[in-house]
Nanobody, 118 residues
Framework: VQLQASGGGLVQPGGSLRLSCAAN????????MGWYRQAPGRQRELVAV???????NYADSVKGRFAISRDNAKKTAYLQMNSLEPEDTAVYYC?????????????WGQGTLVTVSS
């Protein structure tokens, strides 16, 4: 599976961006698509994830501001980011984890840079 992330860019504090992650390949029925981010000098951290069952999980720092969604027909996940703060500046990576009998896969996209600055 290949993941193609897009939608990053420069935005002013308080602004919005929507990231997209398109998957190309065979996706198992049981999976989780999510977004992670890594700021300079910091470890990669989970931002948001949505499972194939529709459950979502968010980092505390983005709750109420970010929303993850999926279009399974298009094999695409989205991250709507509102009320952006300078602390949200990072490279954002999309991720796909999937499980089948005796199989577990973990795929990463190439990352897209989000810069929040005035």
């Amino acid at each position: 599976v290949q993941l193609q992330a897009s939608g990053g860019g420069l935005v002013q504090p308080g602004g919005s961006l929507r990231l997209s992650c398109a998957a190309n390949g065979n996706i198992f029925a049981i999976n989780a698509m999510g977004w992670y981010r890594q700021a300079p000098g910091r470890q990669r951290e989970l931002v948001a994830v949505e499972t194939s069952g529709g459950s979502t999980n968010y980092a505390d720092s983005v709750k109420g501001r970010f929303a993850i969604s999926r279009d399974n027909a298009k094999k695409t996940a989205y991250l709507q980011m509102n009320s952006l703060e300078p602390e949200d500046t990072a490279v954002y990576y999309c991720n796909l984890k999937q499980w089948a009998v005796a199989t577990r896969n973990d795929f990463w996209g190439q990352g897209t840079l989000v810069t929040v600055s005035s």
